[in-house]
């Protein structure tokens, strides 16, 4: 019997301006060990352990069934064990890391026959957008577009100074709600505020220039008309400014909150919590660093 491990880390997607585009892999993990056997069942531990799908109805077992057949081969059964540390419906990368695990460790199981960037494209098709799947996939801050039916990634290097507080809310939100409040059209004033933040926060987070954060994770495309959903969200981010954040942003969909800082993270991540806590909404705050490795798979025999 052929059995693999794959670790992948969770991510945070569009950092404020950067919709569907900008992802940070950070420093929380789901491991998935896949092997060849009779028959299909998966087991679940850790997050989600009580509700994701244990059969081939499981993201895994659906991704990893997918690159049998871009290799001409019949998935005949499949035995998954997945441990996670990253709770789904949060906007943390939970499905990405799903998606990735099947593929990587099929892939693996089929001795590398596909390359990266194939895997990348097939999974970008089942989830849709690629800014958490790029960054799970190759670690650290990432750009990602589709171009004509490929993905391009440009892979970046982050100042290593800094710290990412994340507020995990006790609360699920699923990510086709989350996109079916966005307007369809933007005005080009909105386009340009946004355009223009993207670009000087890629800078601020490559070259070091904390003093551009708060400015450049400012966004005009999706979180004001996400703050329906998570009413609260407007008195985090209060909260992340007074503790000393660089930055904030809604992670992804939501419900999740990533912030950037120096020192204070910590005290920023208290901070989070207690905004929203009063709010009626438990939760929990996190201080992670960017995992810049991004995935990786091991043969175990």
Same mark, same amino acid.
């Given at each position: ?14 950092l ?16 998935f060990?896949?092997e ?10 850790? /997050?989600?352990? *009580? ?5 081939? !109805? ?5 991704? &990893? @069934? +997918?690159? #049998? ?10 035995r ?6 990253i ?6 990368g ?22 990266? /960037?194939?895997? *990348? ?5 089942? !989830? ?5 799947? &790029? @960054? +799970?996939? #190759? ?31 006790d ?24 355009l ?7 800078? &601020?987070?490559t ?31 209060q ?60 043969i175990l025999?």
């Amino acid at each position: 019997m052929k059995r693999v491990r794959v670790t992948v880390p969770a991510s945070s997607a569009n950092l404020g301006p950067g919709f569907d585009v900008l992802g940070l892999a950070l420093t929380l993990e789901n491991v998935f060990e896949l092997e060849e056997v009779e028959g299909f069942s998966v087991d679940v531990a850790g /997050e989600g352990a *009580l509700t994701l799908p244990r059969g081939k !109805e499981n993201v895994v077992v659906r991704g &990893a @069934a +997918a690159v #049998y057949a871009a290799l001409g081969r019949q998935l005949t059964g499949l035995r998954v064990r997945q441990t996670n540390a990253i709770p789904p419906g949060r906007g943390l990368g939970s499905s990405a890391t799903a998606w990735l695990g099947g593929m990587l460790g099929a892939n693996a199981l089929c001795k590398g026959a596909l390359p990266l /960037e194939a895997i *990348l494209e097939m999974a970008v098709r089942e !989830e849709g957008h690629p800014d958490n799947l &790029a @960054a +799970a996939l #190759y670690g650290g801050l990432t750009i990602a577009c589709l171009d004509d039916g490929h993905v391009r990634v440009l892979k970046l290097p982050l100042a290593s100074n800094l710290r990412f507080p994340v507020l995990i809310p006790d609360l699920e939100a699923k990510t086709v709600t989350a996109r079916a409040v966005l307007p369809s059209h933007l005005s080009r004033e909105d386009g340009v505020f946004n355009l223009a933040r993207a670009c000087i926060l890629v800078g &601020a987070l490559t070259l070091g220039r904390p003093d551009l954060l708060r400015s450049a994770m400012a966004d005009r495309w999706h979180q004001p008309y996400r703050l329906a959903l998570f009413p609260w969200l407007a008195a985090v981010f209060q909260a992340a400014q007074e503790a000393g954040a660089l930055g904030w942003a809604l992670s992804g969909a939501g419900p999740s909150v990533l912030a950037i800082t120096g020192e204070d993270a910590e005290k920023v991540g208290a901070a989070m919590l207690g905004a929203l806590e009063r709010s009626g909404i438990t939760g929990r705050a996190r201080v992670l660093g960017a995992a810049e490795l991004g995935s990786r798979v091991e043969i175990l025999s």
